[in-house]
């Protein structure tokens, strides 16, 4: 009993924090076509700074999420007008500006904080118990802010006037130009809420595991992962996919051993992709 | 405009006796310098010299593997293992896991040939992401996580590495020049002619599925040469070396070169390997330097390092125009 | 009969770009396909050419049945073609599309090309020779070393009609040849048709233009997808299921 409910709430938060920081890169790259191979050294940076506020201002952790998050959302700005905006439509030159923007993050937080094992403190203490069954109220809460978040998301996404205009211009973006909209208003808005996304999931997953300076390679393969079996351009794909992606992570280390569990699941999703290479809600391929 | 395959640099691609002599200096580098270290350095630019120039072999079909380092190591780790563990010569082993690599190569990327190059992206990543994860699980038979050791050596008994760099440059000028003959006849015209238009090139009897599984067979043969060579060098392999984060190094090898010549993934090589190693001493700052010439390259020259020269030679001649005018008014 | 064409249908979701389409071609006949915008005619060059599948239907080549078969296969057999939109290989010059182009005739084999043998030097030196004299035949040879994204539209579209004979078809498919040209050029392209009907290569095109159609020896007007008309362009030209079709009651040119 034990077992399963470790394993539920470790598949419910790996998912979310899946879908969380996959929702950010999709943002990038189903508007702008920008492949932000950067966004796993952003979600690392996110949990970095939540901790290194804490330690230094000696503010509670939620106090610092919230820091970190408008900290490393505001950088996503800067991100996007200075290295993105520039190259737009050049696929060469984007893959290499994220590496460089790779390499000084990471050394930086390697020369700072160097490679010990450090994590966040948890964001609740205690144990809920229902029946038989006991949880934890860490998971609890990091489960309950990534489905909030995620419900906040969909929201935005769907019903607001903002959120009307990204999916117009993942369509087609030189008709949202023609129709008034400000894209580079809202693909700043965008970037700044994907890599604010990404920060909250690198602190609560530094909460929930640790910190180390290469966690954002770690998920940046997932987050590349769960976008192409989602399907370009697709966001409830996403959803979808880091859901499996989430499952298979939690439930295949009890069935198969170690590296055979990751193996196993990429040759799962290798399976799905052959099925259906344009992903759940890709477009039709037709050559 | 110019093309995007910068064909008429022919002209201005050096003489031929200038890379005889180049060869030549490189040849004699041994001379120069003993100390074991900068050999292996100048070994491991050697390899993956190999690896990138093979990678651009690829990508002028308008194809963007994502898992060439996994391909590497799939070399590597097959002919590792088929000495450790079979007792077959290296000799034998190396370009026999080149071919194996080859098909292996091949059969992924034959569900992935007629479609649209962003999938064939997007395919390779996970296959080369499953390539690793494979090597991982493989328990003893791989080493897993804690890496291969014990690998049979090339030269077997022989300490000092200069054996071993006259190796690996013939291993690397072979290459070159076959990957040369490759892109420069009728076969790399038509995997460029793929690469701008698979609807014309089919059209003219091109086979479009064809070629590219070609372009991607000759890609990772050679890449899985280099790996196995590197296999029996090392005598040691871990798979962190052919990680995703090892695909995107090799890619910048490229992109920095230049990607649309020939010698330009040679010139990314030599430089993102060399020169940080000048800065070694800076130890754990010295990633800034491949970040600073990172940079330099993707503001200041869009055409990679290989563009340099004429770079130079444009903005000369702007200025010497502006003079001109300044003067007449 | 040459090129026979039965029941061709095309459903592209549930909306039907042609529908139970009959046609046939005989050696040597210079056949235009007209009928206006959308009828279908460029879908239908596309199915002939593989370019997509059809739903139902055969299409059948030189006693050859290509249905479904591979585009390039089908280049094999010797049907060349030009496309409306014209894509080129862009980065290459106009002397390299060309010879490029001829990729089957002669054929090396991939060992001959790749250790560079007698075999191969002399057919690339033939293929050279040959490129320049189609160049020269469309007017083309002053700017051999241009790339092609650099021409001017009409030069162009003449190195497309270039490119598809160097295929040596012996059915050629023109897909607009002559849009956007000026009338010099026009003037040349119907030279030049008239010529290559000359050297007995079988001739299919689609166009609005009249000037071409009046080349032709038989028209064929599709419209929905459907024959509604066949004949020589002069009868054609007054039928009234055609007038309909192009003007809803006005006359044709």
């Known amino acids: 009993m034990e077992l399963i409910t470790a394993t539920l709430t470790n598949l419910l938060i790996l998912s979310s924090m899946y879908i969380l920081a996959a929702l950010g890169f999709a943002f990038l790259f189903s508007m702008l076509g920008i492949l932000n191979l950067a ?33 490393v959302a505001t950088f996503g700005i800067f991100l996007e007008k200075y290295c993105f905006r520039p190259f737009v439509g050049d696929f060469n030159r984007i893959i290499m500006v994220c590496v460089v923007i790779t390499v000084v993050l990471q050394t930086s937080v390697n020369i700072i904080a160097g490679t010990q094992i450090l994590s966040l403190p948890p964001f609740a203490e ?103 079996v989602a399907g370009v351009g697709s966001l409830s794909g996403i959803f979808i996919a880091g859901l499996i992606l989430g499952s298979l992570d939690s439930i295949l280390p009890l069935l198969v051993s170690g590296a055979a569990s990751d193996a196993t699941a990429v040759g799962i999703l290798v399976v799905l992709l052959l099925i259906r290479p344009q992903g759940f809600f890709g477009h039709e391929i037709e050559m | 405009m110019d093309s995007r395959f910068a064909i008429k640099d022919r002209k201005a691609l050096l003489r031929p006796g200038v890379y005889v002599g180049l060869a030549v200096i490189v040849a004699l580098l041994p001379l120069l310098f003993s100390s074991p270290y900068v050999l292996h350095i100048l070994i491991l630019t050697f390899i993956y010299t190999i690896a990138a120039v093979s990678f651009r072999t690829i990508v002028i079909s308008g ?65 080369g992401i499953g390539i690793i994860q494979v090597i991982y699980a493989g328990g003893s038979w791989t080493g897993g996580y804690s890496g291969l050791t014990g690998i049979p050596a090339l030269l077997p008994g022989i300490g000092s590495k200069v054996p071993y760099y006259y190796f690996f440059l013939g291993l690397a000028l072979v290459s070159i020049v076959a990957l040369y003959r490759i892109e420069f006849s009728r076969i790399g015209t038509n995997l460029k002619a793929i690469s701008q238009s698979h609807v014309v090139a089919s059209s003219v009897g091109i086979s479009e599925g064809g070629y590219r599984i070609l372009a991607v067979g000759v890609g990772c043969f050679f890449v899985g040469l280099a790996g196995a060579g590197y296999a029996h060098y090392n005598m040691v392999l871990s798979c962190s070396s052919f990680n995703f984060m090892a695909t995107l190094w090799l890619v910048m090898y490229v992109l920095i070169g230049g990607v649309n010549s020939f010698g330009g993934p040679i010139v990314g090589t030599i430089i993102l390997i060399i020169i940080p190693e000048y800065f070694r001493d800076l130890k754990m700052y010295s990633p800034f330097v491949t970040a600073v010439i990172l940079g330099i390259v993707v503001y200041l020259m869009p055409q990679g390092l290989v563009g340099l020269p004429r770079l130079v030679r444009s903005k000369l001649t702007e200025r010497r125009k502006i003079k001109k005018v300044s003067h007449a008014s | 009969m040459l090129l026979e064409i039965n029941g061709l249908t095309k459903y592209f979701g549930g909306l ?112 050279l020779e040959q490129s320049r004299e189609i160049l020269k035949m469309v007017g083309l040879d002053k700017v051999e070393n241009e790339l092609a994204k650099n021409l001017p539209h009409g030069y162009q579209k003449m190195l497309g009609i270039a490119r598809a004979l160097a295929v040596k078809p012996k059915l050629l498919i023109l897909d607009e040849p002559i849009a956007g040209m000026n009338p010099s050029e026009i003037d040349f392209t119907l030279d030049a048709t008239k010529k290559m009907q000359q050297q007995k290569i079988t001739i299919l095109l689609v166009e609005h233009n009249m000037k071409i159609l009046d080349l032709c020896e038989r028209v064929v007007v599709i419209d929905f997808g459907q024959k509604i008309a066949e004949g020589l362009p002069k009868d054609v030209r007054e039928n009234k299921d055609v007038i309909r079709a192009y003007f809803g009651g006005e006359r044709v040119a």
Request: with cysteine; glycine share 10%; net charge positive.
């Open chain 1, 39 to 71: 966004h796993g050294v952003i979600y690392m940076l996110g949990g970095y700074i939540g901790l290194s506020l804490i330690m230094v201002l000696g503010i509670n952790q939620w106090l610092a999420l919230l820091l970190t998050t408008l900290i």
């Open chain 1, 126 to 228: 205690g144990v809920l118990r229902f029946g038989p069954a006991s949880v934890s109220y860490e998971r609890i809460v990091t489960f309950a802010i990534g489905a909030v978040l995620l419900l906040a998301m969909t929201w935005f996404v769907n019903k607001t006037k903002w959120g009307q205009q990204m999916q117009a211009i993942s369509q087609d973006l030189e008709g949202a130009y023609l129709q008034g909209i400000n894209v580079h208003r809202v693909s700043a808005l965008a970037t700044f809420m994907g890599c604010g996304l990404a920060a909250i999931a690198g602190c609560l997953m530094g909460a929930y595991l640790a910190l180390g300076p290469f966690m954002g390679d770690f998920m940046l393969v997932k987050v590349l992962m769960v976008t192409i």
């Open chain 2, 63 to 127: 194809q963007f593997p994502l898992a060439h380092a996994a391909f590497m190591g799939l070399g590597a780790y097959l002919s590792a293992m088929g000495a450790k563990w079979l007792g077959m010569s290296p000799w034998l082993t190396v370009p026999l896991s080149a071919l194996v690599t080859a098909s292996i190569g091949m059969l992924i990327g034959y569900p992935f040939s007629r479609l649209r190059a962003l999938y064939y992206a997007m395919g390779s990543l996970f296959f």
């Open chain 3, 16 to 127: 039907a770009a042609v529908r139970d389409f009959n046609m046939h071609i005989d050696d040597g006949e210079l056949l235009g396909l007209i009928g206006p915008n959308g009828a279908g005619k460029t879908t239908i060059f596309n199915l002939i050419t593989s370019i997509y599948k059809p739903t139902r239907g055969k299409i059948i080549f030189d006693g050859n049945d290509i249905t479904g078969k591979k585009s390039h296969e089908i280049a094999r057999l010797g049907i060349g073609r030009t496309f409306q939109l014209n894509p080129l290989f862009s980065d290459f010059t106009v002397l390299q599309n060309v010879s490029t182009s001829f990729h089957l005739h002669p054929k090396s084999s991939l060992l001959d090309i790749y250790f560079n043998t007698a075999k191969y030097r002399r057919n690339e030196a033939y293929i």
